[in-house]
């Protein structure tokens, strides 16, 4: 079993910055890629930012220029930098992962619970 806990949401005013960090524990052999998503009130949890075991980043449009994504793979965790914070942003964000429990198994996906961030005044 793979366990994914998030941290680091919270209050924050707009044009603050917020860091998430997400961390994969378990039966891991390798994390294909972590991802951050968000769902707002009323809305459809959407892709925000994810990073693959290469490295290579990839956001959402609305994010682009304020968030960085970024991983440590020796402690299989992943962090989302968050600047310039807008009220637009406020949301539950979910962290998903993708590993691999034996080096020929299929990939699986994993969801941590959530992390609350809102950003008002």
């Known amino acids: 079993q793979v366990q994914v806990v998030e941290s680091g949401g919270g209050l924050v005013q707009p044009g603050g910055s917020l860091r998430l960090s997400c961390a994969a524990s378990g039966n891991i052999f390798s994390i294909d890629a972590m991802d951050w998503y968000r769902q707002g009130p009323g809305n459809q949890r959407d892709l925000v930012a994810s990073i693959v075991s290469g490295g290579t980043t990839n956001y959402a449009e609305p994010v682009k220029g304020r968030f960085t994504i970024s991983r440590d793979n020796a402690k299989n965790t992943a962090y989302l930098q968050m600047n310039s914070l807008k009220p637009e942003d406020t949301a539950v964000y979910y962290c998903?992962?993708?590993?691999?429990?034996?080096?020929?198994?299929?990939?699986?996906?994993?969801w941590g619970q959530g992390t609350q961030v809102t950003v008002s005044s």
């Open positions: 998903k992962v993708i590993v691999k429990v034996q080096p020929t198994s299929p990939s699986y996906q994993y």
